[in-house]
């Protein structure tokens, strides 16, 4: 079996993101390590050339700035990566996302043992999505809780966007995979980074979106009600990158009103806890 892993990043160092963490966990798992490297403003090429593990491949790229279409500009990015995937499995991880490395020997043995069994298409991760600080979880509807993150590299599949697949079971229209948990987590810090580094990813993300957005000044702005303690332990990877680069503490507006989208929320999540259901949004089809 060989695990391949993947993803893109462009101005890692100037927004913040801890994706030299991330890709140290991928090299940890995979067998090759495939990274589009985008032409950026800052040293994120040359940190990553100076790790020197033969699993890693940087592949240089530059990004369409007139493409901005609903982020497809990282869909693009994330395919020029998965296409240079050579394994029997395919990992997909953000800059800003990391697997624990107590977790790696049971993925090791899940993608094993799943090798043979055709049917499974992708394997599905639960989250993490750390808010504000490393001490605080976000959990609602309006934020995935799962998401495939390993495909099959056999199927034919593309990325409308960077988070989810599509599997193009015919010419002109695709399905979501078909997956099975793996019961493990997947922790992402992108809303931990410092305020300032936050700021500047809105900026110039948004821009791949068409819209521009206003200043991002504190974590502040959110429903307390979506924001629950983080019990477990950190990936020691982390440990430098939360000390020096992210938020210590979250100090939330008492004065912040709800808008419609997190009333809508809240509503929602009130219904899960009445009836057990998940009305999250879900990019598989959960095999059982």
Known sequence: ????????????????????????????????????????????????????????????TTWNET????GYVYAQQKM???????????????????????????????????????QVEALIFDYHHFYGSPQWLAKSPGWYRRAPRIIRNTLRNYSPDGLFFVVMNKNKRGRYPKAKLTGLPIYHYGHVRKIANMNLKIQQVSKYWGHTPPQF?????????????????????MQNWLLNHAESDLYLNPNYTLN???RRHRWMMKLEHL???DLSKKHYSLLK
């Open 67 to 70: 493409m901005k279409d609903r």
């Open 80 to 118: 020029i990566a998965q296409f240079n995937c050579t394994g029997d499995w395919a990992m997909y991880l953000e800059g800003d996302e990391v697997l624990h490395e107590q977790d790696i020997p049971h993925l090791k043995k899940c993608l094993q043992l799943q090798l043979p069994a055709t």
């Open 217 to 237: 000044t504190h974590y502040g702005n959110i429903d307390p009600k979506i924001l629950f303690p983080f019990q477990g332990s950190h990936p020691a990877i």
């Open 1 to 60: 079996m060989k695990i391949s892993g993947f993803t893109f990043i462009r101005n890692g160092t100037l927004l913040g993101y801890p994706y030299l963490e991330s890709v140290h966990s991928l090299l940890s798992l995979c067998d090759e390590v495939i990274v589009a490297v985008g032409r950026s403003q800052d040293d994120t090429l040359e940190r990553l050339q100076t790790l020197t593990d033969p699993k890693l491949t940087l592949i240089p």
């Open 260 to 262: 419609a989208r997190e």
């Open 275 to 277: 009836t057990g259901w």
